[in-house]
């Protein structure tokens, strides 16, 4: 089949094995292309430690301009021991929410799934977790993190501390559309996370959300659950959920604590969308005490990969990489993360091949 569309990706490798993953990332996406009417063009561009040591910032300006420019941003990991003294805007780190905020993204979008081939890796019971499928959307610009007023005083006597939890209706409703959207697509359930019964931020974020579902969503699903039972409920039966919904802070805790049902952060991914560019990245770090092993798993950066697909339209392509990744895991190849011994490169090879088998039956 002949491409008809090309689609600009900017990828930003990053430090520790970031630029291992990211690369395997990189090789399962051109193989799935193909077939499905569209090339992809790759640009690699700093970011984080190594754009530290190389340009004096984390996120120099020439990364950024490409970023706005390109169709899509795959990322691999920031940061390291190497940059630890850093502060302030040096930090690694600090490059990374430079570009989200740069580029816009509001909803961070983190799926957990647990195959029943990797339900034995889980640290909970396996028939507890197996067919766990839920995508937590948090948002991502708004609440705690940014609030104002927010700062520490100086007192002769004692010092205080103040962070303010905020959000305005716009900043809800937006959220609370990327969710029902998303749950439209599966099977049609929110469950809407907040703190209502002690904090009047998640009185309006739940009035604003259940507006949203009636106005504008009436056929689908919602609940809500106070966030401290949210929690223990991921743990004793993460199959109820479908999709949740839920502000920075709620999210950021939610979201780690679900990474933990797979039994391995090297299969998860999570996409920053909702503004001018998707952004794209695994959600382990840079595990830097493992660079240049071949032990990295590559899954989460490859399935990251697959969302990218899937924000660019290509949802048959982005479905024959998860395909690929299934198929790997259930032919039971597994990396150390997984208790096996399968390197970096011959995993993704797997999924690779996979995808290639699966191309052929895709109409030409």
């Given at each position: 089949?002949?491409?008809?569309?090309?689609?600009?990706?900017?990828?930003?490798?990053?430090?520790?094995?970031?630029?291992?993953?990211?690369?395997?990332?990189?090789?399962?996406?051109?193989?799935?292309?193909?077939?499905?009417?569209?090339?992809?063009?790759?640009?690699?561009?700093?970011?984080?430690?190594?754009?530290?040591?190389?340009?004096?910032?984390?996120?120099?300006?020439?990364?950024?301009?490409?970023?706005?420019?390109?169709?899509?941003?795959?990322?691999?990991?920031?940061?390291?021991?190497?940059?630890?003294?850093?502060?302030?805007?040096?930090?690694?780190?600090?490059?990374?929410?430079?570009?989200?905020?740069?580029?816009?993204?509001?909803?961070?979008?983190?799926?957990?799934?647990?195959?029943?081939?990797?339900?034995?890796?889980?640290?909970?019971?396996?028939?507890?977790?197996?067919?766990?499928?839920?995508?937590?959307?948090?948002?991502?610009?708004?609440?705690?993190?940014?609030?104002?007023?927010?700062?520490?005083?100086?007192?002769?006597?004692?010092?205080?501390?103040?962070?303010?939890?905020?959000?305005?209706?716009?900043?809800?409703?937006?959220?609370?559309?990327?969710?029902?959207?998303?749950?439209?697509?599966?099977?049609?359930?929110?469950?809407?996370?907040?703190?209502?019964?002690?904090?009047?931020?998640?009185?309006?974020?739940?009035?604003?959300?259940?507006?949203?579902?009636?106005?504008?969503?009436?056929?689908?699903?919602?609940?809500?659950?106070?966030?401290?039972?949210?929690?223990?409920?991921l743990v004793r039966g993460p199959r109820q959920f479908d999709v949740i919904v839920t502000g920075n802070l709620f999210g950021d805790i939610l979201s780690d604590l679900a990474a933990t049902l797979p039994?391995?952060?090297?299969?998860?991914?999570?996409?920053?969308?909702?503004?001018?560019?998707?952004?794209?990245?695994?959600?382990?770090?840079?595990?830097?005490?493992?660079?240049?092993?071949?032990?990295?798993?590559?899954?989460?950066?490859?399935?990251?990969?697959?969302?990218?697909?899937?924000?660019?339209?290509?949802?048959?392509?982005?479905?024959?990489?998860?395909?690929?990744?299934?198929?790997?895991?259930?032919?039971?190849?597994?990396?150390?993360?997984?208790?096996?011994?399968?390197?970096?490169?011959?995993?993704?090879?797997?999924?690779?091949?996979?995808?290639?088998?699966?191309?052929?039956?895709?109409?030409?």
């Amino acid at each position: 089949m002949q491409p008809t569309q090309t689609y600009q990706i900017a990828v930003l490798p990053g430090d520790g094995i970031g630029p291992e993953v990211t690369d395997e990332a990189v090789r399962v996406l051109e193989a799935a292309a193909p077939a499905h009417g569209f090339s992809l063009a790759f640009e690699t561009y700093p970011i984080g430690g190594i754009a530290i040591d190389q340009y004096g910032e984390p996120l120099p300006a020439t990364t950024l301009a490409a970023c706005r420019e390109a169709d899509a941003v795959l990322l691999g990991a920031v940061g390291g021991p190497n940059w630890d003294n850093e502060t302030g805007p040096r930090r690694p780190e600090s490059g990374l929410l430079k570009l989200r905020k740069s580029l816009g993204v509001y909803a961070n979008l983190r799926p957990v799934t647990v195959p029943e081939s990797l339900a034995d890796a889980s640290p909970l019971r396996a028939e507890r977790v197996a067919g766990t499928d839920v995508l937590i959307v948090r948002e991502l610009t708004g609440g705690i993190y940014f609030g104002q007023p927010r700062g520490v005083r100086h007192h002769v006597w004692k010092n205080t501390a103040t962070n303010t939890m905020s959000y305005s209706e716009h900043e809800i409703a937006r959220i609370a559309r990327v969710a029902f959207t998303w749950a439209e697509k599966r099977s049609g359930r929110v469950t809407s996370v907040d703190k209502a019964n002690v904090l009047e931020v998640s009185q309006l974020w739940r009035e604003v959300v259940t507006k949203v579902q009636q106005d504008e969503f009436p056929q689908l699903a919602l609940d809500h659950l106070y966030v401290d039972n949210a929690a223990m409920q991921l743990v004793r039966g993460p199959r109820q959920f479908d999709v949740i919904v839920t502000g920075n802070l709620f999210g950021d805790i939610l979201s780690d604590l679900a990474a933990t049902l797979p039994g391995s952060l090297g299969l998860l991914p999570s996409a920053s969308v909702g503004g001018s560019v998707g952004l794209f990245e695994p959600v382990h770090g840079s595990a830097p005490d493992i660079v240049g092993t071949g032990k990295a798993n590559p899954l989460a950066a490859i399935l990251s990969g697959a969302m990218l697909l899937d924000e660019l339209g290509e949802g048959a392509a982005a479905q024959a990489v998860r395909h690929g990744v299934d198929a790997a895991l259930g032919a039971g190849l597994r990396t150390a993360d997984l208790g096996g011994s399968a390197s970096t490169v011959e995993m993704s090879q797997a999924v690779v091949d996979a995808v290639a088998v699966s191309q052929n039956h895709v109409p030409a």
